[in-house]
């Protein structure tokens, strides 16, 4: 996969040398490219935004630098060139679809990715509008409900979701298959390691057994307990279909219930969401 990322702060992005995301460059799995957009200004100060057309508060990033630059790294005809299909191009910021696994299991199957780090109050809205008609897929992505001064460092967060899933980049491919936000639709149950005994705490016994049933079954008891507890919202989104009696009991143990074939907390009003309890999954957890 080729990324390319466009930003005015290339230093922000040298946390991809290292790490696993670095060594698939390395590697050549990953053809990563970080550019400096004030290589595409034109003026002795080499600037790159302008005041609000409307007015208001902040600077607004300009649509001519942002296009020469995308037009470069893109390739300037919007039909990929003779390599291969256009770009998807990435435009990390607060106002976008939230960024999820599926964002990054989806991304990770594309060829090309561009990656467009804005600063102060964002880029000329334009500029996407002209690469969507232009034939790219475009995504405007955030990584959660709260303000960066920048897209650099969601640009990390979401190259290394991403670059992790690409094929050969961690090392055994099974960690991939149970982590939270996997295909299960439950956070990932807690894990252990020696020594059996620390500051007091005990390894719960049930690791220690060998009896891979028990030892399956207890971490999918965890990982119910856990996003009942944390992630009510997932378990809305569960599938009942897919889960078993003792997988209901554990939810119905926690005041989930099936009705018309959804989860909903018993004593909710369908639709009404539910005002979070606060606990800990491991207050919750048996
Ligand atoms: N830029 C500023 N805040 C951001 C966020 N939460 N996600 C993505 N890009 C951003």
């Not at 050549?28 to 034109?42: E, K």
């Not at 999820?100 to 804005?118: D, I, M, N, S, Y």
């Not at 960690?175 to 020594?195: D, F, I, M, N, R």
Request: proline fraction near 6%.
């Amino acid at each position: 996969m080729r990324v390319d990322v466009v930003t005015i702060f290339p230093d922000y992005l040298a946390a991809l040398d290292l790490s696993l995301v670095g060594k698939a460059r390395r590697a050549g799995l990953l053809d990563l490219r970080v550019h400096d957009l004030r290589d595409w200004t034109s003026d002795r100060h080499r600037t790159v935004d302008d005041t609000p057309f409307g007015g208001g508060a902040g600077m607004v990033m300009r649509p001519d630098v942002w296009g020469r630059a995308l037009d470069d790294v893109m390739g300037a005809t919007g039909d990929g060139g003779d390599d291969g299909p256009p770009a998807h191009l990435v435009v990390p910021t607060p106002s976008g679809e939230v960024f999820t696994q599926r964002h990054a299991e989806a991304l990770a199957t594309e060829e090309h990715l561009v990656v467009a780090c804005g600063r102060y109050e964002g880029i000329d809205a334009r500029v996407v509008e002209h690469y969507r008609a232009t034939g790219h897929r475009v995504s405007e992505l955030s990584i959660g409900d709260y303000v960066l001064n920048g897209g650099e460092v969601a640009a990390l967060v979401m190259i290394e979701a991403v670059g992790r899933l690409l094929p050969g980049v961690v090392g055994n491919p099974e960690s991939l298959v149970e982590e939270s936000h996997g295909a299960a639709g439950l956070l990932e149950y807690p894990v252990y390691t020696k020594p059996p005994a620390w500051a007091g705490l005990e390894v719960p016994e049930v690791l220690l057994s060998g009896h891979h049933a028990r030892v399956e079954r207890w971490r999918r008891d965890q990982a119910l307990a856990r996003t009942a507890a944390r992630r009510p919202d997932m378990v809305e989104a569960l599938d009942p279909g897919t889960l078993d009696r003792h997988d209901l009991e554990v939810l119905a143990g926690r005041g989930w219930v099936v009705e018309d074939g959804r989860l909903r907390r018993s004593g909710d009003e369908p639709g009404e969401p539910h005002e979070p309890d606060g606990g800990t999954a491991a207050a919750v957890a048996e």
